[in-house]
């Protein structure tokens, strides 16, 4: 069914910092973090008719890609990768370009996959480590199969198909992994989540975990939550 597109905007104000902090008596939920298109990382706050982002970071490195959960993140930069959990912290040099990240349904981190090298890598806990596999074609997405096992959305010619270590099978244009091993699909201008659908211009290129229940689109956030979805739009605050 078509879901009402919500007309709430997420408005992107500077200076909220202060709100965000969890030293005021003020605060507001901080969901998790996004990259703007600056490449500044910036803090999603409030709830869900109410959103705020906070004022980027200064003078720190651009950040290319990134995905996080409430426990954890990854951060690709055009020198490294970065992962933490907890109070566990890991960084690798990493060549230049974007990076994709798949979670566990519980928010711990399971693989990064690096676009330009082709490198697949997986998170022990303690350390990324590499996956002896060499994926053929244009991977779009990556995800976590129902075994624990990767999974990966990849373009070969003009189809996609769904790959994991063991199989290989076709997918709809369009699709993504998200959380849980759910399916976000995007087809004639709109995103279909389960039996839901919301209006949407263009495809997306590519979905960023925020936390469990909120992934980044470009210019929106999508509210992935049973029976809670939502696509919020975000804009510049004059």
Same mark, same amino acid.
């Given at each position: ?42 803090? @999603?706050?409030?709830?869900? *008719?109410?959103? &705020? %982002?906070?004022? /980027? ?5 651009? #950040?290319? $890609?990134? !995905? ?51 490198? @697949?890598?997986?998170?022990? *806990?303690?350390? &990324? %480590?590499?996956? /002896? ?5 244009? #991977?779009? $997405?990556? !995800? ?51 039996? @839901? ?42």
């Amino acid at each position: 069914m078509m879901a009402k597109l919500r007309t709430t905007i997420i408005t992107w104000i500077l200076a909220v910092t202060s709100i965000c902090s969890a030293q005021s008596s003020l605060t507001m939920p901080c969901l998790g973090k996004l990259v703007d298109p600056a490449g500044s990382l910036r803090d @999603l706050c409030g709830v869900s *008719g109410s959103l &705020l %982002l906070s004022e /980027p970071a200064t003078g720190s490195e651009a #950040v290319i $890609s990134a !995905g996080f959960s409430r426990r954890a993140g990854f951060i690709k930069t055009a020198r490294s990768l970065k992962i933490f959990e907890g109070t566990v912290s890991w960084e690798i040099p990493a060549i230049a370009g974007a990076a994709l990240f798949a979670f566990q349904s519980n928010g711990t981190p399971a693989f990064a996959y690096l676009v330009e090298s082709g490198e @697949l890598l997986q998170w022990n *806990g303690q350390a &990324l %480590l590499p996956i /002896p596999i060499q994926i053929e074609g244009q #991977v779009v $997405s990556i !995800g976590v199969g129902a075994d624990n096992g990767w999974l990966a959305i990849v373009r070969r010619q003009d189809a996609l198909v769904v790959v994991s270590a063991s199989n290989v099978s076709a997918a709809a244009e369009g699709t993504f992994l998200i959380s849980g091993g759910r399916i976000l699909r995007y087809s004639n201008g709109a995103l279909g989540l389960g039996d @839901l659908s919301f209006p949407f211009d263009t495809p997306p290129s590519i979905v960023q975990w925020i936390n469990e229940e909120w992934i980044h689109l470009g210019n929106s956030v999508l509210r992935i939550t049973p029976g809670k979805e939502g696509l919020f739009l975000l804009s510049e605050g004059k």
